[in-house]
């Protein structure tokens, strides 16, 4: 007869303990069916025999409607009494060749991987297994991670390199949500072998569900559309800014023209912009957003930020002082929820390790529309040694190829990277653009790097508002997190900022960095589209 063909897509691993109260496990099950679960994995820790069959024969019954495959969580005389597609076992239940022997040659067996070792002994055992499940990626409520240090997209990545041609699927499960969905696709791309998750498997953000089908179908969105874009790219058709767009030969002069355009919908709209920004900068980043024409709000309380969401147009976090984790957190979980975009700058993320565990566990959280930094910080989110960080400062000769640098790891973090200095470079995983605009008195004054980014912001808000106002439908492949065309909000934030900076610093009574400060708020305010389009030195490389 053969193995049923499996798609691991979004696989279900149920836990009744997790359901909200009212909510009835089998009207769950069929409504996270409805939504596009793809595979259910029936796991009863604390039921009895008699019971966990009554359990697994009504889910199968239910799953059969929608023609999805059930496996058994480590019982196999619950998988034999039931006939259900296969088990799923752990590195401490039933040895692999006694359990294919039990079960027989037709029957699926996935077994739980947590490390390299384990993830080497799977593929020594391809000829009897066909799925590993990898984990736990992020720190998870929902099993005992204790002692045991999560993989992370790059950990998955790297046993994905280990099963390599061995002929097994892998699927990732812990600590997986929507916000950082994305995230983990695209992350955890094998870096050799370019291999890629087959799917993933999820507990509580599920059966934890007031509406499960929502959740299960947003869900499948993302992976879906993260599948189409690895076909798209292996079909070197590339993908436009995540949104299933394919981008067409991108033009510096129209380039400029779009940022034009997008000056007036600031000012005509003024987007509410959340700032969680560091201590050091607030006033200056406050005033850089009304310059422009936007509204800043700084708010860092996490149910104040709560409720702020579905208000604002567009949320900036800066952990340069980091004293508002918790704030973030919940701000940019919220953030996603809300479909707002989401601008994320590390500042001085490899100067300790603390700022990279924090970078770690926000990312974990959410995921962020557009990354900014500096060639410290986008190197060490990038793990490049070609520059080191000296505090908030780069030190080093620099990236040999920027571009590429910002190219492959928009890639990874299925979002816009844009890496400042003295020329900037922005890119979408797909093109780079590179803005020679700026003065040197930027480096003069503090917080120049975090003004910037609450000008993206500005920018990203007012992308997501235009186009809102021009579309009634949205695209079909509604995976994407945030709509409208982050790219231009992110090459029009640092071009306008500058431009503005260079007008700044070539007025007479600017006579070092007290009244450049002052002067380059003045020209934001004053700053003009002709200007603009003027003075852009864009290119396309």
């Known amino acids: 007869m053969g193995r049923q063909a499996i798609d691991y897509s979004v696989y279900l691993v149920t836990g009744r303990e997790f359901l909200p109260p009212g909510k009835d496990y089998y009207e769950s099950l069929e ?6 679960v793809t595979l259910v994995q029936v796991r009863e820790k604390n039921a009895d025999t008699g019971e966990f069959i009554e359990i697994a024969r009504k889910t199968k019954e239910i799953c059969d409607r929608y023609n999805v495959p059930v496996l058994i969580n480590d019982r196999i005389d619950v998988h034999l009494a039931v006939g259900t597609a296969g088990i799923h076992i752990g590195q401490t239940d039933c040895p692999l060749p006694l359990a294919r022997t039990l079960i027989g040659d037709d029957a699926i067996i996935g077994l739980s991987v947590s490390n390299v070792e384990q993830a080497t002994r799977a593929a020594q055992h391809s000829d009897i297994l066909d799925y590993i499940g990898v984990g736990a990626v992020w720190p998870t409520g929902s099993k005992d991670t204790k002692g045991r240090k999560s993989l992370g997209p790059d950990g998955t990545g790297e046993i994905l390199d280990l099963i390599h041609g061995s002929g097994l699927e892998a699927v990732a499960i812990g600590g997986i949500h929507l916000p950082n969905l994305a995230q983990l696709l695209h992350g955890s791309v094998a870096p050799k072998s370019r291999d890629a998750l087959a799917g993933i ?31 798209a790219l292996k079909d070197e058709a590339g993908v436009f800014g995540g949104l299933g767009q394919k981008r067409a030969e991108v033009d510096a002069k129209k380039l400029a023209e779009k940022v034009q355009e997008l000056m007036a919908v600031v000012k005509r709209e003024t987007p509410l ?8 900068v607030v006033n200056d980043s406050a005033n850089v957003t009304l310059a422009v024409g936007a509204s800043p709000i700084m708010s860092t309380h996490p149910r104040d930020v709560h409720d702020l969401s579905p208000a604002i147009g567009a949320l900036l976090i800066n952990f340069g002082t980091i004293g508002d984790k918790e704030g973030m957190k919940v701000a940019g979980r919220q953030a996603n929820v809300n479909r707002k975009p989401l601008i994320f700058d590390p500042v001085a993320i490899g100067a300790t390790s603390y700022r990279r565990e924090i970078s770690e566990e926000l990312l974990a959280h959410w995921q962020p529309t557009i990354i900014k930094g500096n060639a410290a910080e986008i190197g060490a989110m990038a793990k490049s040694t070609e520059v080191a960080s000296r505090g908030v400062d780069s030190v080093g000769s620099g990236f040999a190829d920027p571009g590429a640098v910002v190219k492959a790891l928009a890639r990874k973090r299925a979002a816009i990277i844009v890496l400042t200095g003295e020329k900037d470079y922005i890119s979408d995983g797909s093109v780079v653009i590179k803005i020679s605009n700026g003065s040197h008195l930027l480096e003069r004054i503090t917080g120049s790097g975090c003004q910037a980014g609450s000008l993206i912001g500005c920018f990203a808000a007012a992308a997501r508002l235009d186009y809102l106002a021009k579309n009634e439908t949205k695209f079909e492949d509604d995976s994407q997190l945030v709509q409208g065309d982050m790219l231009l909000a992110a090459v029009a934030g640092i071009l306008v900022y500058t ?11 600017v006579k070092g960095p007290g009244t450049f400060r002052a002067a380059l708020i003045d020209e934001l305010y004053n700053l003009t589209p002709d200007v603009v389009a003027e003075k852009a030195k864009l290119e396309i490389l």
């Open 201 to 231: 498997a999820i507990i509580s953000d599920i059966v934890a569900s007031t509406t499960p089908k929502e959740a299960a179908a947003n869900l499948r969105l993302v992976v879906d559309s993260f599948k189409r874009s690895r076909q």
């Open 31 to 36: 409504e996270s069916l409805q939504g596009g």
């Open 273 to 280: 912009v959340h700032q969680m920004t560091n201590t050091v």
């Open 499 to 509: 431009v503005a900076s260079e007008v700044a610093a070539a007025r007479p009574d």
